[in-house]
């Protein structure tokens, strides 16, 4: 009877391999630290080289300051940055995926968009100054909506008065992303 090789256990590190090959993923709540790490590896990968990155999303959305500044950095870095839709990505990640240089989706991806909300439990001077920087906040939001997309007016007017939600080929004709995987 011929003899059994034993058998060789292969050990690799995850995380070390997605980032020899540029791959980031921001699953979860868009939050501050969430934010400095993706931030932190956006320009870390830019340092290394300006190949492509890409930046799979699935998330329900989060802090709007903390997911601006990951769209500042993904706009002022070499690198290009693909995002992808992976699942459902909803406000602020919303934001986010549209941002990418190529945006790209799962076909079972969904986009969704929604008034911005606070809450705001204070004194009413206090209320009226949050007001007037959510104020400008939502401005902002359009303005990336509007150089980043297609979506209509109609669009726009659903996402001021509910969720404005988006699958599959609708994904395309909004220009929420260039293609479907």
């Known amino acids: 009877m011929p003899k059994r090789k034993k058998s060789m256990l292969c050990t690799f590190d995850v995380k070390q ?16 630290n969430v934010a400095n790490s993706v931030k932190q590896n956006l320009i870390a990968f830019d340092i290394v080289s300006k190949d492509p ?18 769209i500042e950095v993904m706009k002022e870095i070499g690198s290009p940055v693909i995002t992808i839709i992976s699942a459902e990505v909803c406000s602020m990640a919303a934001m986010i995926s549209i941002c990418g240089d190529k945006r790209l989706a799962f076909s079972t991806g969904v986009w969704m968009q929604h008034p911005l909300s606070s809450g705001q439990i ?19 939001m359009l303005k990336i909506m509007k150089e980043h997309t297609k979506l209509s007016l109609n669009d726009y007017k659903k996402i001021e008065t509910g969720e404005l939600w988006l699958t599959d080929n609708q994904l395309i004709e909004k220009g929420i992303v260039d293609k479907l995987l």
């Open 17 to 32: 391999i997605l980032h020899v090959h540029r791959q980031l993923f921001l699953y979860g709540v868009v939050t501050d």
């Open 53 to 70: 990155i890409t930046l799979w999303i699935s998330s329900p959305g989060g802090s709007c300051p903390a997911g601006l500044s990951i």
């Open 122 to 140: 204070d004194y009413l001077p206090y209320i009226k100054d949050r007001t007037a920087y959510l104020v400008k906040y939502n401005e902002t």
